[in-house]
């Protein structure tokens, strides 16, 4: 079975710390992956996603994530975090299984420092 | 543009009753996704709606059903409620069925 897993469940930082948010998927086939973001009552938006190509992609606000194929990996990175990050982070993976099924990580909660 | 919209935003059940809840897609989107997320965990992938017919679906009871109309909106049914079906329960939709948009959520509550 399909499944998504975040390394951290609560990260705590200070302005202007870097970030580095782990996710692993277990899945052998094509994936596309993303990375969504939940600010304090509001909806959940897209940060970034990754398709094919580059495996580094940009995101909205200053983040980026790595595509590790061989590693099932797709770490989602900002050098340097500010107050308005703190928000509860995603990762997805949706599998190319005959339909388009997405699967989400637990999520990670950052709480940022001013 | 509307974006996603779902209704009701909140719904208070008893146990044993039924529910419906509604999704309007993003203007131009064919397929309206539906997931559960229970307190501090991610959505779970309920199922997903393509042209009037289930296309995918998650590790849920037949008590969870749904249905798409001609125009994509959508509605997620779910029978005999348990205490554990709480939850914010969120609509996505999307053109092509991987970059897909969310809606705001119906926080259900069952008593």
């Known amino acids: 079975a399909q499944s998504v897993s975040q390394h951290n469940h609560h990260v705590i930082l200070s302005e202007a710390a870097s970030l580095e948010l782990g996710c692993n998927y277990s899945?052998?086939?094509?994936?596309?992956l993303f990375w969504y973001v939940q600010y304090p009552g509001q909806h959940l938006q897209l940060l970034l996603k990754?398709?094919?190509?580059?495996?580094l992609v940009k995101g909205i606000k200053g983040f980026e994530a790595e595509f590790i194929k061989s590693k099932f990996s797709f770490n989602l990175r900002k050098p340097s975090v500010q107050w308005s990050d703190t928000a509860e982070y995603f990762c997805?993976?949706?599998?190319?299984?005959?339909?388009?099924?997405?699967?989400f990580g637990a999520g990670t909660r950052l709480f940022v420092k001013a | 543009d509307a974006g996603v919209t779902q209704s009701p935003t909140h719904l208070i059940k008893t146990r044993g009753q039924q529910v419906t809840l509604r999704c309007s897609p993003k203007?131009?989107?064919?397929?309206v996704s539906w997931y559960q997320q229970a307190l501090g965990q991610g959505p779970q992938f309920i199922f997903q709606?393509?042209?009037?017919?289930?296309?995918q679906r998650g590790n849920f009871p037949d008590r969870f059903s749904g249905h798409q109309f001609p125009n994509y909106s959508s509605e997620l049914n779910v029978n005999a409620l348990l205490l554990g079906d709480s939850a914010l329960y969120l609509c996505?939709?999307?053109?092509?069925?991987?970059?897909?948009?969310f809606g705001p959520g119906t926080r259900l509550t069952v008593t």
């Open positions: 709606y393509y042209e009037e017919e289930e296309r």
């Open positions: 997805a993976v949706t599998a190319h299984t005959g339909g388009f099924k997405t699967i």
């Open positions: 990754y398709f094919s190509g580059d495996p």
């Open positions: 899945y052998g086939g094509t994936v596309n």
């Open positions: 203007s131009g989107h064919d397929t």
């Open positions: 996505a939709s999307s053109l092509d069925a991987y970059e897909q948009y």
